[in-house]
T-cell receptor, first 109, second 114 residues
Framework: GDSVTQTEGLVTLTEGLPVMLNCTYQ??????LFWYVQHLNEAPKLLLK?????KRPEHQGFHATLHKSSSSFHLQKSSAQLSDSALYYC????????FGGGTRLTVRP | EAAVTQSPRSKVAVTGGKVTLSCHQT?????MYWYRQDTGHGLRLIHYSYVADSTEKGDIPDGYKASRPSQENFSLILELASLSQTAVYFCASSDLGVDTGQLYFGEGSKLTVL
């Protein structure tokens, strides 16, 4: 079946350093890939969605590139901010949305 | 902004009791979903619906029922609550299937079963 793997459950880094959250997936189809972000005591919200034309989606300084050859959709940002501290979910869609286990990002001053 | 509201936001239930979580959306969306959130497991789909009076099983439907009496309302029912059902439950809606539409989540309902 379809699955999403986020290898890091917890990432802690210092403000200003680059961010990279890993996401790999397995699917027999060519799914859409998503990143959702959930701040403390809030609902998950869509952060990024892959495009069908291989454009790189960007939002709030975050970007992600879909690499079909390696089945990956890693989330990146050049410089972390304190407000980026949140729980990040990678997800794929094939008829229904399947989420990874989530990565909690903590950014320290 | 899309609006999805859940009630109750927090509930303590006893083992073997019945629990109903309610969800209301004002987005005129056809699709509605119930997910549960557990640390390390992420968000897992319990039930979903794409039209009123019809529900579909998700990935972990055992121990849960769902009801969609109207386009706006979608309930999750635990007939016999168990300790393992302690979790945070999220309702979501989308205007299209997940392939093209984004999900709009409610604020979550924290359920504690004692």
């Amino acid at each position: 079946g379809d699955s999403v793997t986020q290898t890091e459950g917890l990432v802690t880094l210092t403000e200003g350093l680059p961010v990279m959250l890993n996401c790999t997936y397995q699917s027999t189809y060519s799914p859409f890939l998503f990143w959702y972000v959930q701040h403390l005591n809030e609902a998950p919200k869509l952060l990024l969605k892959s495009f069908t034309d291989n454009k790189r989606p960007e939002h709030q300084g975050f970007h992600a590139t879909l690499h079909k050859s390696s089945s990956s959709f890693h989330l990146q940002k050049s410089s972390a901010q304190l407000s980026d501290s949140a729980l990040y979910y990678c997800a794929l869609s094939v008829a229904k949305l399947t989420f990874g286990g989530g990565t909690r990002l903590t950014v320290r001053p | 902004e899309a609006a999805v509201t859940q009630s109750p936001r927090s509930k303590v239930a006893v083992t073997g009791g019945k629990v109903t979580l309610s969800c209301h959306q004002t987005n005129n969306h056809d699709y509605m979903y119930w997910y549960r959130q557990d640390t390390g497991h992420g968000l897992r789909l319990i039930h979903y619906s794409y039209v009123a009076d019809s529900t579909e099983k998700g990935d972990i439907p055992d121990g849960y029922k769902a009801s969609r009496p109207s386009q706006e309302n979608f309930s999750l029912i635990l007939e016999l609550a168990s300790l393992s059902q302690t979790a945070v439950y999220f309702c979501a809606s989308s205007d299209l299937g997940v392939d093209t539409g984004q999900l709009y989540f409610g604020e979550g309902s924290k359920l504690t079963v004692l």
